[in-house]
């Protein structure tokens, strides 16, 4: 995209569908920017993946994204954040943020006891980075970790084509079962801010706020994310005063789906294509 700094996009990528909780709280904050969110389906999951593979796709995408000329690039997953945030620094000419730094920082500045929990994929809580945040900005949190992969199941099956709106997780047996038995031990260890670590999770809040005990507070890591991003083009200049649009690619056939799940989670209609990734570093739109 040619023209000034103001109207370039922001480019925004996931393994999959929990970015879009990150493109929503963005599009909430910042409604005239342009919007260019990939969601790598195809190599989805990254968590079970080691780190330098992770990279290696990060680096990968923001190569391609680089076509967009985005002045800004997030990395709306964590995993991702972890394995590849730092590598993206160095290699992209514009800045790159991702989401595990401003959620550490939002909790550092909301807990009163200092005593934080964490709920996250497993690869997240392996890499053990949200413990390493907040403690780079406070070392004297208490910070305590809990893998919770099921809840990015239940996060999906709320966004399903056949789910039945009128039944969210936090009435569905099943799933408040699975919550009891991941935050249960949060109780006795005197928490009072939990980060959820991972963007599928803000879309469950309900059912995850419903098993904590009366005063503590949640932090989304999206939320947080929108707003750092903010921060950021608003010191630059780069803010975009006019228009808007999102555009969403996938790397994998699940194109309607996203359509289904990207209308349910951003409110409207957005158009999704499917792209390839190459190694000549710059991809295809198919």
């Known amino acids: 995209m040619s023209g000034s700094p103001e109207a370039a996009p922001i480019g925004v990528f996931d393994s999959g569908l929990g970015g879009l909780t990150v493109l929503d709280e963005l599009v909430r904050r910042m409604p005239h920017e342009h919007f260019v969110f990939l969601g790598d389906s195809a190599r989805c999951p990254y968590g079970p993946r080691d780190p330098q593979e992770v990279k290696s796709f990060v680096l990968e995408i923001c190569s391609f994204l680089e076509q967009y000329q985005c002045k800004m690039v997030v990395i709306a997953c964590n995993t991702a954040t972890a394995a590849g945030l730092a590598a993206a620094q160095l290699a992209l ?11 550490a920082r939002a909790a ?3 807990t009163r006891n200092r005593c934080v929990g964490v709920i996250a994929t497993e690869g997240t809580v392996a890499q053990g980075v949200y413990p390493d945040a907040i403690r780079h900005l406070d070392v004297g949190i208490q910070v305590f970790q809990q893998a919770a992969p099921e809840f990015v199941r239940i996060a999906e099956s709320m966004l399903d084509a056949d789910a039945d709106p009128a039944m969210p997780a936090e009435e569905r047996f099943d799933d408040v079962e699975v919550a009891h038995g991941y935050l249960s031990p949060f109780h006795e260890l005197g928490i009072d801010t939990l980060v959820l ?10 059912l995850i706020a419903q098993e904590m005990d009366e005063g503590v507070t949640l932090v989304s890591s999206a939320e947080e994310t929108a707003r750092e991003v903010h921060a950021i083009l608003t010191r630059r200049g780069q803010l975009s005063d006019a228009g808007g649009s999102v555009e969403i690619l996938v790397t994998g056939d699940d194109v ?3 359509k289904v799940i990207g209308s349910r989670v951003l409110g409207w209609d957005v158009p999704v294509r499917r ?12």
């Open 275 to 286: 792209i390839t990734l190459q190694d000549d570093e710059r991809g295809c739109i198919e």
């Open 93 to 103: 000419d514009v800045p790159a943020v991702g989401v595990v730094e401003p959620g």
């Open 197 to 206: 670590g991972c963007t599928h999770y803000p879309l469950i809040a309900g």
């Open 256 to 258: 309607e789906k996203f």
């Open 108 to 110: 550092v500045h909301m």
